[in-house]
């Protein structure tokens, strides 16, 4: 086992990437446990797609820390990660994030308003 300043700055690392997954996962899950009168007041949005961007969002994060945790644990036993999983779980930590980002960016875009079409009047 080694577990010198590379480890440490690993295990640093990680924590950090443990905590943004856990507030991550919390945010999700209060916004689901939300009461369903406060939810329909506050929201005007669509419930479905903020929903599914959170989860979308926790799952990435979630995935992130994963592999970085099994990057640590490669590290303190002196082992490697195939290079397949680990590009594997990177791009799927990135596209959970960039669909929730998506999903958000949905959110953002005030609604499309239909306009009359002009009048061809004197």
């Given at each position: 086992?080694?577990?010198?300043?590379?480890?440490?700055?690993?295990?640093?690392?990680?924590?950090?990437?443990?905590?943004?997954?856990?507030?991550?996962?919390?945010?999700?899950?209060?916004?689901?446990?939300?009461d369903e009168v406060?939810?329909?007041?506050?929201?005007?949005?669509?419930?479905?797609?903020?929903?599914?961007?959170?989860l979308s969002v926790?799952?990435?994060?979630?995935?992130?820390?994963?592999?970085?945790?099994?990057?640590?644990?490669?590290?303190?036993?002196?082992?490697?990660?195939?290079?397949?999983?680990?590009?594997?779980?990177?791009?799927?930590?990135f596209v959970f994030?960039?669909?929730?980002?998506?999903?958000?960016?949905?959110?953002?875009?005030?609604?499309?308003?239909?306009?009359?079409?002009?009048?061809?009047?004197?």
């Amino acid at each position: 086992m080694a577990f010198g300043p590379a480890f440490w700055t690993a295990a640093g690392f990680t924590a950090f990437l443990g905590v943004i997954a856990f507030v991550s996962f919390l945010a999700y899950w209060s916004l689901r446990r939300m009461d369903e009168v406060v939810l329909r007041a506050r929201m005007y949005m669509n419930r479905k797609r903020l929903f599914r961007g959170f989860l979308s969002v926790a799952i990435g994060m979630i995935t992130l820390f994963a592999l970085v945790l099994a990057g640590l644990v490669g590290v303190a036993f002196d082992a490697t990660l195939p290079s397949e999983t680990s590009l594997a779980a990177f791009v799927a930590a990135f596209v959970f994030i960039g669909f929730g980002c998506y999903d958000f960016y949905g959110l953002s875009r005030p609604p499309v308003v239909k306009r009359a079409p002009p009048s061809e009047g004197p």
